[in-house]
Every structure is written in structure tokens, then in C-alpha cells.
């Protein structure tokens, strides 16, 4: 089974691709994570990657898709894998496509984990995490149970992300709207997209999820 998921920053696609790959054999594939991955490994895409951002320039899509296409073709994610933040635009959509046909492959479903914005933003901004162990909490919706003390580690030290502030989120929502949100049609053409509502509960918008896999192919 391969997926792709979809939806705005801060709306826990991360999160909910890694309860899905666990639960149903399948591995995330993160394009920031796989470029590393290649570059470290000096794989001839690794390489190409590599003499791109060495000169200050973004990869191309093709490099992109190359990365995605030199993974996928690992015994690793024989079982499937789930495209976690990729493709970005309908220009990697389309390449993505054409390479998983030439390989006999193809996208089962593509779930899309819907927000509300301004909820997404009160969540977003409120975010901080452990320094020692990665643990993640929110000013207003998950603190620490004892005061600047991991529940987790019991580190006292915590970070936040410079672009996790309302200002900074409100950009990055922009960006996916009016790039990466075109894709929804696209898919939904193909009968493809499945919506879930991100703004529940994590175990419960694992529990979409699931239902919404399990019953692809039912109509």
C-alpha cells in the first residue's frame, strides 16, 4: 500500500504518517529526510543533490523525484511506503506519477488531514519541545505536568522553532494554500482523496484514518 499525506503545517500529517506506517508495516518517507540520507551515503542523486545546494540553489523537481525513486526501489519499502509532505506542487504530482507507472506502481490513497486555520495558528504558536529527548508540549494544551520538567526525560531544557509564531505560520499556511493545495482536486479527480478532520483528537484522527484505508476499494 502507498500513500501520500497531505495538509497544512502544524496539521500532525507527521505524526499521524508515523502511527499509520507502524501499524500497517509501512515506511514514511520524508523528502528532507531521504535527500540527507542520499547525500550522506554519496549516491549518484545524493551527489547531484549535493552539487545543487553546495552552489545556494533549491533542488529541482527532478532531483526531488529521483530521491523519492531511488528509495522507493529499496527492498526497505517493499511492503509501501507513505509520502509524507511530498509532492508540493502539481509539477512534482505529475513526475511522481510518471515515475510509479513506469515502475508498475501507483498512489493507493491520499489522505488529506484537514484544519481549521485559526485553530492551526493558537496551536502552532504555542509550540515548544524538549532539547534533551524531543518531547513535544504546548503552552495552552499540553504542559508539562510539573513546570519546566520533562514529563518524558526529566530535562529542563526546551526549545522552540523560530517559525513557530502566528506571523511566521500565517506565511507558511499562504505558501501551502496556494501551492500545494491545488493538489487536492488533482487527486480527487484520480478517486484517490480521502478527507479526515485533523482538528480531533490524535487517537481519533488515527482512527479516521484507519477506517478510511481499510475501506479503499469498497465503493
Known amino acids: 500500500m502507498n500513500l501520500i499525506f497531505m495538509g497544512p503545517p502544524g496539521s500532525g500529517k507527521g505524526t499521524q504518517a508515523k502511527r499509520i506506517a507502524a501499524a500497517y508495516n509501512l515506511v514514511q518517507l520524508s ?11 554519496g549516491t549518484e542523486v545524493g551527489r547531484q543533490a549535493k552539487s545543487v545546494m553546495d552552489a ?8 526531488a523525484v529521483a530521491i523519492v525513486s531511488e528509495k522507493i526501489a529499496t527492498p526497505e519499502c517493499s511492503s509501501g511506503f507513505i509520502l509524507d509532505g511530498f509532492p508540493r506542487t502539481l509539477n512534482q ?24 486555520d485559526e485553530k492551526l495558528i493558537a496551536r502552532i504558536a504555542g509550540r515548544f519541545s524538549c532539547s534533551d529527548c524531543g ?4 503552552d495552552q494544551f499540553n504542559r508539562p505536568k510539573r513546570e519546566k520538567v520533562c514529563d518524558i526525560c526529566g530535562g529542563i531544557r526546551f526549545t ?14 499562504e505558501v501551502y494554500y496556494g501551492q500545494t493545495a491545488p493538489l487536492l482536486p488533482y487527486y480527487d479527480a484520480q478517486n484517490r482523496l480521502v478527507s479526515v478532520d485533523g482538528m480531533m483528537d490524535i487517537d481519533e484522527v488515527t482512527k479516521q484514518i484507519k477506517s478510511a484505508i481499510n475501506g479503499h476499494g469498497d465503493d
Open 160 to 173: 522552540r522553532r523560530d517559525d513557530d509564531n502566528a506571523e511566521a505560520v500565517a506565511v507558511r499556511l
Open 135 to 138: 518531547a513535544a508540549y504546548h
Open 31 to 41: 523528502t528532507g529526510d531521504m535527500l540527507r540520507q542520499a547525500i550522506e551515503e
Open 93 to 116: 504530482a505529475d513526475s511522481l506519477d510518471k515515475m510509479l507507472t513506469a515502475k508498475g506502481m501507483e498512489i493507493d490513497q491520499v489522505v488529506e488531514i484537514r484544519v481549521d
Open 56 to 63: 545556494g540553489e533549491y533542488v529541482s523537481d527532478d532531483i
